[in-house]
């Protein structure tokens, strides 16, 4: 099997710094856990399948979106475009600072790779679900971590956006 997307989850890592950490990986942790405890001590779970099945309808928008921005990095043209080429961020990977080029193609191929991951989830878990006996409370641990993944990539989502926007809006600079 192919596991060379292993090397990109590991380059998304080493970029993290603290601020991203928190954003990215607390706070949806933290809700994520409330969700748990919503579902452990609540009486109703319904609203957990319509979840899902918006989870699905959501992934997929996002990954049509990720994988579009990636085509306009790595195709498109322009001076602001040609400057992040070169621009080297205090990020290392390898001892070698990376450019703010790679590192957002690092953040938005690891996007994709996390979304089409969950979608393939949110599609085998309900034969899981159907077909074989779990307790519930692990039922409940699954859907928080569904949820904590999903919040996780809306907020990445959220700063690639953002980084993308402010390199494409940066005035040229003058001659």
């Known amino acids: 099997m192919y596991l060379e997307f292993l090397l990109l989850i590991a380059d998304y890592f080493r970029t993290l710094s603290k601020r991203v950490f928190f954003f990215e990986w607390l706070l949806p942790f933290i809700i994520g856990i409330g969700i748990f405890l919503l579902l452990f001590f609540g009486s109703t779970t319904s609203a957990t399948i319509v979840f899902k099945d918006n989870a699905i309808n959501l992934l997929g928008i996002l990954v049509g979106f990720s994988i579009t921005i990636i085509t306009i990095l790595t195709t498109g043209q322009g001076q ?3 400057e992040i080429k070169n621009k080297k961020t205090n990020i290392k990977i390898n001892k070698e600072n990376i450019t703010l080029f790679r590192l957002l193609l690092i953040n938005f191929t690891y996007s994709v790779i996390v979304e089409v991951g969950l979608i393939i989830v949110c599609l085998i878990y309900p034969l899981l679900i159907e077909n074989i006996k779990f307790n519930q409370n692990l039922k ?5 971590i569904l949820v904590f993944l999903i919040l996780h990539i809306m907020l990445l989502t959220m700063r690639n956006l953002t980084d993308f926007y402010l390199i494409l809006v940066k005035p040229p600079k003058k001659a």
């Open 80 to 82: 602001n475009l040609d």
């Open 140 to 144: 409940y641990v699954g859907f928080s």
